[in-house]
C-alpha cells in the first residue's frame, strides 16, 4: 500500500488545483476514487466559523480547535494552498460536491459553504481505473476504498477537517 500512496502523491503534486467547477466538467460520470480540498483560509477563519444549526453538518469551528497544534495535521505554510480534507466515493464527483453544499442529510458533511464562498477551495481527485496521465490510476477502487484514504494520512499528514 506504501507504494500505491507513494505514486497516487507523486499524481496529486503534479496535479492543477481545479475550481469545483472545473472538477464537475473534468471527473467522468460515476468514476469512483480519491479527492483532496485544498484552501488558502487560515486556520483562524475555520476556528471563527458559525456552529452548524443542522446537526448533520461538520462544527467546523470544533473541529478546528480539536485539531489545531497537533503534530501530524497539516499545516498550513506562507499563504499556499493546503490541504484541509480527503474522501472517497463510488460516485466520486457527487460524494466531492456534498462537502460543499448546505442542504439536509442524515450523514455528516463539511457543508462548506455554510460559512465560506465556493472559490476559497480547490480540489485534486485521483479517478480509478483511468488512463489519464492528469488523474488516473489504473487500480480498481475495491482495492484501495478500505485503506488508501486512511494510509494516505498516516504518511503525508493528517488533514484539518478529517475525522477518521
Given at each position: 500500500?506504501?507504494?500505491?500512496?507513494?505514486?497516487?502523491?507523486?499524481?496529486?503534486?503534479?496535479?492543477?488545483?481545479?475550481?469545483?467547477?472545473?472538477?464537475?466538467?473534468?471527473?467522468?460520470?460515476?468514476?469512483?476514487?480519491?479527492?483532496?480540498?485544498?484552501?488558502?483560509?487560515?486556520?483562524?477563519?475555520?476556528?471563527?466559523?458559525?456552529?452548524?444549526?443542522?446537526?448533520?453538518?461538520?462544527?467546523?469551528?470544533?473541529?478546528?480547535?480539536?485539531?489545531?497544534?497537533?503534530?501530524?495535521?497539516?499545516?498550513?505554510?506562507?499563504?499556499?494552498?493546503?490541504?484541509?480534507?480527503?474522501?472517497?466515493?463510488?460516485?466520486?464527483?457527487?460524494?466531492?460536491?456534498?462537502?460543499?453544499?448546505?442542504?439536509?442529510?442524515?450523514?455528516?458533511?463539511?457543508?462548506?459553504?455554510?460559512?465560506f464562498k465556493e472559490s476559497d477551495f480547490r480540489v485534486k481527485f485521483i479517478v480509478c481505473n483511468s488512463?489519464?496521465?492528469?488523474y488516473g490510476i489504473d487500480c480498481s477502487f475495491a482495492e484501495l476504498q478500505r485503506d488508501l484514504e486512511?494510509?494516505?494520512?498516516?504518511?503525508?499528514?493528517?488533514?484539518?477537517?478529517?475525522?477518521?
Amino acid at each position: 500500500m506504501r507504494d500505491k500512496i507513494v505514486e497516487i502523491n507523486k499524481l496529486l503534486d503534479t496535479q492543477k488545483h481545479y475550481t469545483l467547477q472545473e472538477a464537475k466538467a473534468e471527473i467522468p460520470t460515476k468514476a469512483s476514487g480519491f479527492y483532496w480540498i485544498y484552501t488558502k483560509l487560515s486556520l483562524a477563519c475555520f476556528i471563527k466559523a458559525p456552529a452548524p444549526i443542522n446537526p448533520a453538518h461538520i462544527d467546523l469551528s470544533l473541529m478546528a480547535s480539536v485539531h489545531r497544534d497537533l503534530e501530524w495535521v497539516i499545516k498550513q505554510r506562507n499563504s499556499d494552498y493546503w490541504c484541509i480534507y480527503n474522501g472517497k466515493g463510488t460516485d466520486l464527483k457527487g460524494r466531492m460536491f456534498a462537502g460543499f453544499t448546505n442542504t439536509d442529510g442524515q450523514t455528516g458533511k463539511l457543508a462548506l459553504t455554510r460559512c465560506f464562498k465556493e472559490s476559497d477551495f480547490r480540489v485534486k481527485f485521483i479517478v480509478c481505473n483511468s488512463k489519464n496521465p492528469n488523474y488516473g490510476i489504473d487500480c480498481s477502487f475495491a482495492e484501495l476504498q478500505r485503506d488508501l484514504e486512511r494510509v494516505w494520512r498516516l504518511n503525508f499528514g493528517w488533514p484539518l477537517l478529517s475525522r477518521t
